[in-house]
């Protein structure tokens, strides 16, 4: 079975995939989820981690309109579904690419 592509996400969805590899290292603070989808607008907080002497700029899929999702990020938009209405504290982004991220819960 075929891995799932940038192409079949949706369009919140994929916005995050774009900046996280824009991010390349970092974390992406205060992440609402409004039905299990990202909320970019307004823009959660981001902060880049920069590490002297190494490669700088976006991840290099970054200029590809398509390509396979790596299983982080399907595990990524599989646990923000699951979410339903919350805030991800912190996502950790790691060679463009989720790392670890801490969710805020709500007691019911």
Do not use: C, W, Y
Request: no cysteine; aromatic share 4%; glycine share 10%.
């Amino acid at each position: 079975m075929k891995p799932p592509r940038k192409s079949t996400l949706l369009p919140a969805q994929a916005e995050l995939v774009e900046l996280m590899q824009e991010l390349d290292f970092g974390t992406i603070e205060g992440l609402g989820i409004q039905d299990g989808l990202p909320v970019l607008k307004p823009r959660p907080r981001v902060i880049r981690d920069v590490k002297f002497g190494a490669r700088k700029g976006a991840r290099p899929e970054a200029g590809l309109t398509d390509f396979a999702l790596k299983s982080s990020v399907q595990e990524l938009m599989t646990t923000l579904g699951s979410l339903g209405n919350s805030t991800v504290r912190r996502l950790e982004v790691q060679h463009g690419l989720p790392f670890r991220m801490q969710v805020e819960e709500v007691n019911a």
